[in-house]
């Protein structure tokens, strides 16, 4: 993946800070904008996780934080729901003038209810997608609920938000008991994607059915079945992205915008993105992430790099094996290598302190000299005499200029 980290001004004149992901190979179908939930910002697990699921599947994705929020400017006391939406128009701003206007918006509880009033004001938007999001914004006053009172009196009160003090002003009340969504569903006529889980406890399932029902056909639902409502669980994070993202192809065209690809000249190219340990991965024609999902790795969008060395070892080994199979016309249906490894401290058995395993799973009717062949065969395989100290690397730096 690209990453860059970006900046625009809302029509308060603040500077919003966001960060733009594309894909690899720097082919993008569409742009999406993502909106953060409530109090939230940009760098959340949640939304870091959509936001590289939708683009892996070959979106440019913004991520941005809301005014006062994250690295961005202002005083968040003074924002409201009406500036969320302000804030997302700017973002749509920045990427018409930048790249091209965008196609998705996708929001986050209050952000899902943010992204719907957007996407009625832009033209460009062709499909809209919410997760857990409230059927109307003023459902978030039940976060307040015990100052509620003290705001509406004294026109001001620090509310605790998730262990965070937070100040709330009256017009931040008065600006959500305004908003009516449903009439806005009834006249958005957008695709819609409604997600949200059964066991939500912080804005409840009977959400997702008010506003599917208010919005038009086309409009989807699919259940987070068993997801909590920030989504801290990154199965739940990574289910969520890649199903925004299918259901968006029918809504947009297939070509895509032929942008060049991470320069190399190397069979392989990586490149450490900005968030934690995702890297970017160019294999000849392929592109694709790795992580450190073995360790420290937040995120685990992809294979961790003894992951990725398991993997070549598998894979060679079922290649050698069939290709063999095949020449000694032997009835093999099919194999599966099986890899399992672990990382201790070196000793004479394994400089490195690397150990692995490698189970043939092998289908077919034969015997056991045929089995023990193949066992052996697989043995054989350039990968495991690569790891056993046939290859060697010179490593050496090189300016980017020259790559």
């Not at 979106?59 to 997302?88: C, I, K, P, W, Y």
């Not at 209810?113 to 009625?120: D, E, F, G, S």
Request: glycine residues 6%; contains cysteine.
């Amino acid at each position: 993946m690209a990453s860059h980290k970006v900046t625009f001004k809302n029509e308060r004149g603040f500077q919003l800070s966001g960060k733009l992901e594309v894909p690899a190979d720097n082919k993008v179908t569409a742009y999406a904008i993502l909106a953060h939930v409530f109090t939230g910002n940009k760098n959340l697990i949640a939304t870091r996780t959509i936001s590289k699921c939708l683009m892996q599947h070959g979106l440019g994705v913004l991520r941005f934080d809301f005014t006062g929020l994250g690295d961005s400017e202002g005083d968040f006391a003074d924002t409201n729901f009406s500036s969320n939406v302000a804030d997302l128009l700017a973002a749509a701003q920045f990427l018409t003038d930048n790249y091209e206007p965008p196609k998705l918006l996708v929001g986050h509880s209050l952000g899902g209810a943010a992204v719907i009033y957007a996407a009625a004001q832009l033209e460009t938007v062709k499909a809209v997608s919410t997760i857990g999001a409230p059927s109307e914004p003023e459902h978030v006053t039940h976060l307040l609920s015990k100052q509620i009172d003290k705001i509406k009196q004294e026109g001001v009160a620090q509310v605790d938000i998730g262990g965070r003090e937070f100040t709330i002003k009256k017009q931040f009340l008065e600006d959500l008991a305004s908003k009516d969504m449903s009439q806005v569903l009834s006249e958005l006529k957008k695709p819609i994607l409604v997600m949200h889980s059964p066991q939500d406890t912080t804005v409840g399932i009977e959400n997702a059915a008010q506003i599917y029902h208010a919005a038009h056909h086309p409009k989807s639902y699919i259940s987070l079945d068993g997801a909590n409502h920030m989504l801290t669980d990154k199965t739940d994070a990574h289910y969520a992205g890649d199903m925004v993202a299918s259901w968006l192809c029918r809504y947009l065209d297939d070509k895509t915008e032929d942008s060049p690809p991470l320069k190399t000249k190397s069979k392989v190219a990586a490149r450490l993105g900005e968030d934690g340990f995702t890297t970017e991965v160019i294999a000849g024609k392929h592109a694709f992430l790795a992580d450190d999902s073995d360790g420290t790795g937040e995120l685990d969008v992809g294979p961790s790099p003894y992951q990725l060395l398991a993997s070549s070892l598998a894979t060679c080994k079922v290649m050698t094996v069939q290709m063999y199979a095949r020449r000694k016309e032997w009835p093999l249906e099919d194999v599966v290598a099986h890899v399992n490894y672990r990382k201790e401290e070196p000793s004479e058995s394994s400089t490195s302190g690397l150990y692995l395993t490698c189970e043939l799973e092998l289908t077919g009717n034969l015997d056991q000299k045929q089995i023990d062949r193949i066992v052996q065969i697989s043995s054989k395989c350039p990968v495991q005499k690569a790891l056993l100290g046939s290859a060697e690397v010179n490593t050496f730096a090189r300016d980017s200029e020259s790559v």
